[in-house]
């Protein structure tokens, strides 16, 4: 019974995120070819490279241009991070491009306005790339690269994404000038926000893990998040009444896909539960910039 009680939460996740993947293709696609293009407006990230490129090299296939720049990022997504987290990540990727390139964008434009495709532009990406986040779905190379740096160097991506969109705004400049440029950053913190409203990385989750395999479950979190872990020891099972060990964490939200990995790796048997926390005080690690 628990292994079919597994095995159809597992499929459900699955469904979600493929879900997830076709939705955000959908909404992207239609910021990008009835906002986007009608009004010079750069995305953030690999997409506004994307657009960098192919107007430097003047290829008219954005869709082909968001595939290339991507590549990179979900080989390493594929070795670092886990199959399945790249395999969504890649669904995403070529389902946007292929909705991108069958859905066109009216003969007339929707408004002659660049504010107001900056704005209803960075509108439908945001909630399609909060969507996507929400459901375990990364939409591209800064995404990867967030939870690259974290697992590895324990370094946020905030920095790092606000250089490379720095850069994308100086292509932006040298391509439209400096008009487009400033709606385009109005576009990026429009999306910004209403990602961050449907996906807070930063929020505190508490996690609670119930297992069998006290030692690996830490050497195996330990080895992936730099997060202390108090232990319960003593714990008893209600149904079997055998020996289980409690151990407790708080991590941040964008911790949370690599904290699932790190403890199925170690116990695939174990249970855990996460809920949000209001605020902590006292040694939680986050790095200063």
Not at 74 to 96: H, M, P, Q, T, Y
Not at 127 to 143: E, F, M, P
Not at 180 to 202: E, T
Not at 222 to 235: F, M, S, V, Y
Request: hydrophobic fraction near 50%; charged fraction near 15%; glycine fraction near 8%.
């Amino acid at each position: 019974m628990n292994i079919r009680i597994h095995e159809y939460l597992d499929k459900h996740q699955i469904f979600r995120r493929f879900g997830a993947s076709i939705l955000y293709g959908l909404i992207f696609s239609i910021a990008m070819n009835f906002f986007w293009k009608p009004g010079d407006i750069y995305s953030s990230g690999f997409t506004g490279l994307a657009q960098i490129l192919n107007a430097l090299f003047h290829t008219n296939n954005i869709a082909l241009m968001i595939l290339l720049v991507n590549v990179p990022m979900s080989l390493l997504a594929w070795k670092f991070i886990g199959n399945r987290f790249a395999f969504f990540e890649v669904l995403a990727i070529i389902v946007s491009s292929i909705f991108v390139t069958i859905i066109k964008a009216p003969s007339v434009p929707l408004a002659n306005d660049p504010m107001i495709d900056a704005i209803f532009g960075g509108v439908l990406n945001g909630l399609a790339v909060g969507i996507a986040l929400r459901n375990g779905v990364a939409t591209g190379g800064v995404d990867i690269a967030g939870i690259l740096f974290k697992k590895y160097f324990n370094i946020r991506i905030m920095p790092i994404n606000l250089t490379f969109n720095g850069f994308i705004m100086i292509g932006s400049v040298a391509i439209n000038g400096w008009k487009y440029a400033f709606y385009s950053i109005l576009g990026i913190v429009i999306s910004s926000w209403i990602q961050q409203s449907l996906y807070a990385r930063q929020q505190l989750m508490q996690v609670l893990i119930v297992t069998n395999k006290k030692q690996e479950v830490i050497k195996s979190i330990q080895k992936n998040l730099r997060r202390g872990i108090t232990i319960l020891n003593d714990a008893q099972g209600a149904y079997l009444g055998d020996k289980k060990d409690i151990l407790l964490t708080v991590i941040t939200n964008e911790e949370m896909y690599i904290m699932q990995m790190a403890v199925k790796q170690a116990d695939e048997n174990a249970f855990a539960s996460i809920w949000k926390v209001d605020r902590t005080f006292g040694k939680f690690y986050e790095k200063e910039y």
